[in-house]
Each structure stands twice: as C-alpha cells, then as structure tokens.
C-alpha cells in the first residue's frame, strides 16, 4: 500500500480524509478506506450500511452491514408521518401494481409517465400554488437535476454552505462559480449576490437554500431570501424534503408558516421522508421551466419515471394529507416531537434547533460519538451518527428521526436508552485516557449491556400491527 495513504485508529479520522486518495491504480488505492471501516468494525464503533428485516417500523429488527442481527426501537428511519404502513397506502399500492404493473418503463421525455404521474404532478402543483410540476426518480434526481439543469457555466450559484449534497452536487456539475455563505446569515448571501453584480449584470444567479436542513432542525426567513434574489436579478430555489407534509396547519410546511405559498420562484422537494415512496419534484410558474426539466435536466431526461405504484402512493398521500386525518397525524408527530425534545432535555441530553421530525442530539467529539453508537444496537436502539464532514469537526450527533406513530412508549424507550449508551460511552473514553483499557480489549473490559427499558417489566415483544403503529393507542403503550 501507499505508505502516502491515510491512517488511523477506530476513534480518529474522517471520511473527509479519503476523499482524495494518492496512487495511480484506482482500485488499489480504495483499500485504505475499507481499512479504516475494517478497524472500526473491529471496535463495534462502524454504525453505517445498516437494514431493517421486514421494513421501517417504529420497532424493528435491523442488521449491521456485517449480517448482525439486533432489535429495537426504531429512531433512525424517515417517515414522519408513519404513512409507510398506513392501510390506505398499502391497498392503493398493491391495486395499483395489479392494475398498471410495476414498472414506468420509460423517462418522462419517452412514454415513462401514466395517467397517474400526470395526475400527481398536478395535485402538487395545486397544493403548492403552482403551474407546473415536473416529476423526478428521486428526491436527490430533483435537487441535483434542476440546478444542473437551469444553471449554465457562465451562471453563478449562491448557497447556504449547509445545503444537500444533492444541491451541492448540482452546483458543481452546473459551473465552477460558486458562492457558499454562513449557514442562515442572509447579509451573507446579499455580499456574495452584491459582488457578483457589481461585476457582472448578464448572466443568471440562482439563490439555493432549504426550508428545513436536516443536521440543524432550523429554518431560513424565505421571504427575506425571496425579496434578495428579486434585488440582484436572482432566482430563489428553495428545497422543502424535510417539511413539506409534516409541518404547518395544513401540511405546507415552512412555505405555508412563513405564507409563501405560491410566492417562491423554484421550489423542489422528495417524497421519501413524508409520502411514502421514493421520488421528487420541481414546482415552477409557467410550462416552460418544466419543459426545458423534461429535456434539459438529465435525471428527468435520462432516468425512468416513477413507477405508477409511487406516483399513486405519493397521490394517496397527499390526500390523507389534506384530510383531517392528516391533521390529526401532525399533531401526534409534533406531540411526539416536543416530548422527545423535553425528556432528552431533562436527561442532560441537549438538542439543535425548533421542533421538527428531526431530532438532532448534541454529542461533541467523535470519539464519545462512535463510543455511544457502538453501545445502542446491543441495548435496542436504531440511531444514525451523524459526524464530520457531514456536520463540524468536533460536533458530532445522533439524528433522532421521528413518527407520528412512535408511542409514548417507544419515545420513553429511546431516551433512557440513549442516555445510558452516553452515559457509559463517557466512562469508555476516561477509562480509555486513563489507560485502563484499549481498543482491542474495550469488550471485555467495558462489556456491552444487555436490552434495557425505560420500563423494564412492561417490556414485551409488539405485535406485528403495534410494532408497525397503526392500531396502537399512545394510552395503553405509556
């Protein structure tokens, strides 16, 4: 191996650091990262590449990437509102596939779409007061595709510097003039909008930013971006994944609270955190923007359509949305919400940002991180690490992902056993600076605790129809 290649133990490095690898032989060079995940699964401390076994409930059984079987409650998947298991939606699927089939078989530009699709993009495009809607394969297809899509080299981007990957990614592959500024400082993006300007008053500039970011559970002012853009001949492309559906009083999420429905000039969004399914959109006034997505942006142009089950799921989800059903899911997600939050708080656990599905919690550096992470499955707990690059060194966290239909039960599960995972990784990191254990001998000196409740005589397996949570009442689970 290239003794230039990356070295470190199961508590340091980053994925940052094998991002640009020396060597010729792209193959070979690719070891040294598999060699750090090998030392870290070695340590237990590896918490990626995991699988649920029969689906993403709000207690599941789940498996490590190297087939370990474990069983928990579930705060690591994204279904807000759990429409995931929610009858109507899985009676619509399976009419769907006997009456459509199961594939598009196509791109939208080539025969991909159905009565379906074409139905969908026009109930999105009423929902949000819009035109037009273009439909994309994936949420990560839609954010990638429209800014590869619209921007041209000579164009600028201007960023909030927490923006997706797949919006970042876009930005890159569209032109090397990129403007990142300070996560939500809005004086900072009219500087980058101002010097642009003062140069340059012929090509676009499009302003990125997301109503929700994910590692933050914080949200921009959208009408005071909407109102900069319009100053500098700009476009505002505001990304809605993470609170479209869930939040507002009827589901519109920031756009709706901030009264911006109808009012941003590109917005985009995926289905898979709220709806059900994968998949994404664009939403833009006027049939040009979406025509010119058709042909010119090349995960529309160049991917099949969504299949007509998800275009139909995606349909029967919007509509329990509507309804006042969905209302009622809103308020036991948001119920669920500032219960977390609180019992995290009261536990010494502190969180970022306002109440959303997204619950972040504080851990700092990421060794006590990877520490906490290895003692969770063991203890009955599904959890995603969230560490650097994708957040700052140094401020690492678990990303706590909420359902409506998570029980009082299951949010009293998580937090105690959250807590004690943290509690004892913290003793992992003074016994190991004080040198009373090490890396290679951590299980047997530091063993791993068995599944533990916050209640722990009430603690039986679910049924099948509790563990999915349609069915199970909040009373009879405290």
Not at 125 to 139: E, S
Not at 379 to 399: H, S
Request: hydrophobic share 40%; glycine share 8%; proline share 4%.
């Amino acid at each position: 191996m290239d003794q230039n290649q990356p070295k470190f133990d199961a508590l340091s490095g980053s994925m940052r650091d094998f991002r640009y690898l020396p060597g010729a032989d792209l193959l070979a060079r690719v070891e040294a990262f598999y060699d750090w995940q090998q030392t870290r699964r070695a340590a237990g401390v590896w918490p990626l590449g995991r699988s649920t076994e029969q689906g993403a409930f709000s207690r599941c059984s789940a498996r490590t990437d190297e087939g370990q079987l474990f069983q928990g409650v579930n705060f690591a998947s994204q279904d807000y509102l759990s429409l995931n298991s929610h009858p109507a939606i899985l009676e619509t699927a399976i009419e769907t596939m006997r009456e459509y089939g199961v594939h598009s078989a196509g791109s939208p530009a080539l025969v991909g779409n159905t009565s379906l699709s074409i139905a969908l993009e026009n109930k999105i495009a009423d929902f949000l007061g819009y035109d037009h809607v273009a439909l994309f394969p994936t949420g990560w297809a839609a954010g990638f595709g429209v800014i590869k899509g619209l921007v041209r080299p000579h164009d600028y981007i201007v960023m909030d510097a927490l923006s997706h990957a797949c919006l970042q990614e876009g930005a890159q592959a569209a032109t090397r003039n990129i403007h990142l500024f300070r996560h939500n400082q809005i004086e900072g993006a009219r500087e980058k909008l101002a010097k642009i300007r003062s140069t340059d008053t012929e090509n676009g500039i499009l302003l990125v930013v997301e109503s929700l970011y994910s590692m933050d559970s914080d949200t921009p002012d959208i009408r005071a971006l909407q109102e900069l853009a319009h100053e500098y001949g700009a476009t505002l492309l505001v990304d809605v994944a993470h609170d479209l559906g869930n939040l507002g009083p009827t589901g519109r999420g920031f756009l709706e609270i901030q009264d911006m429905i109808g009012k941003v000039d590109v917005v985009m969004g995926s289905f898979s955190k709220t709806f059900a399914s994968n998949g994404g959109f664009v939403a833009a006034r006027g049939r040009s923007v979406k025509e010119y997505m058709r042909y010119f942006s090349s995960p529309n142009t160049f991917s099949n359509a969504l299949s007509p089950a998800s275009a139909a799921i995606v349909g029967k989800a919007f509509d329990i949305i509507c309804s006042e059903e969905g209302a009622a899911l809103r308020a036991e997600l948001m119920s669920n919400i500032k219960m977390l939050r609180g019992l995290l708080g009261e536990v010494g656990l502190e969180t970022y940002g306002d109440p959303s599905a997204i619950v972040c919690v504080k851990m700092g550096t990421e060794a006590l991180a990877r520490l906490a992470s290895r003692r969770l499955p063991s203890m009955g707990m599904l959890a995603n690490l969230v560490e650097f690059p994708a957040v700052p060194k140094g401020q690492a966290r678990f990303r706590l992902q909420v359902m409506a239909k998570h029980s009082q039960r299951d949010i009293l599960d998580a937090v105690y056993r959250l807590s004690t995972a943290v509690a004892d990784a913290r003793r992992d990191v003074e016994a190991l600076d004080a040198g009373l254990t090490t890396l290679a001998t951590l299980d047997s000196d530091r063993p791993l605790r068995e599944p533990v409740s916050s209640a722990d005589a009430s603690f039986a397996p679910l049924s099948a129809q509790e563990s999915h949570g349609w069915g199970s009442s909040k009373s009879a689970a405290a």
